[in-house]
């Protein structure tokens, strides 16, 4: 996968298969930062490897806007939310390379997941522009990046990235075969 280059759908499969995300437990990774109630956004959720992780934290009152560019990515994750019976937590949102169309969401975050996603996105300052825009002031945000697709100092460029939009670095978390960060909104 080169810069800018969208996963194929099909890989969408291979990415929800926990032998092919070994060492990548989504309880383990996400728990620490996601509280109940809350509102999430998961930019690029593929078919949803996190994305079930997610609605089960925020509980039968919280909710997770979850934002992709692949009608079949969304079309797949719907249905394993539905199976996994949390399909009304879930809002599965079609956006554009352009912007994810989440302006009705103003302030209304409470913690961001960008989990192998912004080294597909050719605008990164507008991407990180639009997530610092639906955040609340202090809420979280975790970026990870695949190793092999990202190197060390385009994972800087894309925290400076995040830095101008207005997100503080809180910690390097260590995420298997990853670079990840979590950032705060100031
Ligand atoms: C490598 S997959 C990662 C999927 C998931 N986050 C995971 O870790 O299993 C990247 C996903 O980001 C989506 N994507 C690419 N560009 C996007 C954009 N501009 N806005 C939202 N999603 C995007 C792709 O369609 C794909 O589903």
């Not at 996400?30 to 959720?45: D, I, K, N, Q, S």
């Not at 169309?101 to 991407?127: C, M, Q, S, W, Y």
């Amino acid at each position: 996968m080169t810069e800018h280059r969208v996963c194929p759908w099909w890989l969408g499969f291979c990415l929800t298969c926990p032998l092919f995300r070994l060492g990548q437990n989504p309880h383990k990774i996400l728990a620490p930062y996601v509280r109940e109630g809350w509102t999430v956004l998961e930019p690029g959720p593929g078919m949803g490897f996190f994305t079930l992780e997610l609605a089960q934290l925020v509980g039968p009152s919280g909710r997770v806007v979850a934002v992709d560019i692949q009608p079949k990515m969304l079309d797949r994750l719907k249905r394993r939310a539905s199976r996994a019976g949390v399909a009304e937590r879930v809002e599965a949102r079609l956006g554009s390379a352009e912007t994810m169309a989440i302006a009705n969401l103003r302030e209304k975050i409470d913690f961001t997941l960008a989990f192998a996603v912004v080294h597909e996105i050719p605008d990164k300052g507008g991407f990180f522009s639009e997530v610092s825009g639906a955040s609340k002031p202090g809420a979280l945000l975790l970026v990870a990046e695949p190793k092999g697709h990202v190197k060390d100092t385009n994972f800087d460029s894309e925290l400076q990235a995040a830095s101008d939009a207005g997100f503080e670095l809180v910690d390097r978390p260590k995420i298997s075969r990853s670079r990840a960060a979590l950032l705060r909104k100031k």
